[in-house]
Each structure stands twice: as structure tokens, then as C-alpha cells.
Nanobody, 117 residues
Framework: QARLVESGGGLVQPGGSLSLSCAGS????????MGWYRQTPGNQREFVAS???????NYTDSVKARFTLVRDKTTATVTLQMNNLEPEDTAVYYC???????????WGRGTHVTVSS
């Protein structure tokens, strides 16, 4: 099972920015799709963004113009840069990795993001 370690998150005012990073092993980083889901109380986890080993990104519509997901080969991490945050972005954000549809998905422990004035 892949070990994914998340960092970042916290409290920010509406319109502010935060970044979330997720570190995996070099094998995971180089062979797996990595990305983020988020979850609010009482709701299922929803997809936020993903990036393939080749650098192809995918975003849910509500974050496309505001979030950017990048890969860093040096640190074997993926980082989600979140700009112009809205209260609706408040959630626990989970890093994940898998090798495509139908394969096992591994999860990080989650990190809290709170957008509030």
C-alpha cells in the first residue's frame, strides 16, 4: 500500500491562497496518477484534481480557473496551489494515488482547509 504524506492546509480568508503537497515514494510518483479529493461532513468524497505521470491534469469544474496541480520530480511530490479560495472550498482534502480505473486507490490521512472570514 502506498504511503502518502500530506502537508499544507489551514485557515484562510475568502479570496486567499493555500497550497497542499502530497509526498509519495519515487515509484508511486513516477508510475501513478496522483491527486486530491475533498470531503465535507455528511457528504461523499468528491474529486478535485489529478495529474498523470506524464503531467496531464484534470480538474473538477468548480476549481478549474482557481486551482493548479503540479508535479515536482526533485521531491517526488504533487502540489495543489489553490487561489481565490471560497467558503465552499472548506473541506478535508485527501491525497490519493492509483494506476488508473479499476486499480487500488491509496489515500493520505487528510488535511483540513477552512475558508472563513
Amino acid at each position: 500500500q502506498a504511503r502518502l504524506v500530506e502537508s499544507g492546509g489551514g485557515l484562510v480568508q475568502p479570496g486567499g491562497s493555500l497550497s497542499l503537497s502530497c509526498a509519495g515514494s519515487r515509484t508511486v510518483w513516477s508510475t501513478s496518477i496522483m491527486g486530491w479529493y475533498r470531503q465535507t461532513p455528511g457528504n461523499q468524497r468528491e474529486f478535485v484534481a489529478s495529474i498523470t505521470p506524464g503531467g496531464i491534469t484534470n480538474y473538477t469544474d468548480s476549481v478549474k480557473a482557481r486551482f493548479t496541480l503540479v508535479r515536482d520530480k526533485t521531491t517526488a511530490t504533487v502540489t495543489l496551489q489553490m487561489n481565490n479560495l471560497e467558503p465552499e472550498d472548506t473541506a478535508v482534502y485527501y491525497c490519493y494515488s492509483n494506476r488508473g480505473p479499476g486499480t487500488r486507490t491509496d489515500w493520505g490521512r487528510g488535511t483540513h482547509v477552512t475558508v472563513s472570514s
